[in-house]
Nanobody, 116 residues
Framework: QMQLVESGGGLVQPGGSLTLSCAAS????????MSWYRQAPGKERELVAN????????NYVDSVKGRFIISRDNFKNMLYLQMNSLKQEDTAVYYC?????????WGQGTQVTVSV
């Protein structure tokens, strides 16, 4: 059974850091590109970052460039998002996603709240 399980969310002050993790199972993780998305209250879900199957190619939305780092460990079947210099506008539910040739699969999400 395919699963993506996010963890690492929480409450952090502006300027702080968090690292999100996504544990993958039920598919050949090293084969597929992965992504992090987020959805803030009242807003559409947006792509934050993606990474190819090898981990060598990464892309970021402009609003997080220089602050967030996406990475993966293909031996541990893990996807990560290191988030630094967090801002209140980063508050959202963060989801990991696997992209297959004809569809995609989502995790259940983890809440990140940036507040004083």
């Amino acid at each position: 059974q395919m699963q993506l399980v996010e963890s690492g969310g929480g409450l952090v002050q502006p300027g702080g850091s968090l690292t999100l993790s996504c544990a993958a199972s039920g598919f050949i993780f090293r084969t597929y590109p992965m992504s992090w998305y987020r959805q803030a209250p009242g807003k559409e879900r947006e792509l934050v970052a993606n990474i190819d199957s090898t981990g060598r190619r990464k892309n970021y939305v402009d609003s997080v460039k220089g602050r967030f780092i996406i990475s993966r460990d293909n031996f541990k079947n893990m996807l990560y998002l290191q988030m630094n210099s967090l801002k209140q506008e980063d508050t959202a539910v963060y989801y990991c996603r696997v992209t297959f040739p004809s569809n995609q699969y989502w995790g259940q999400g983890t809440q990140v709240t940036v507040s004083v």
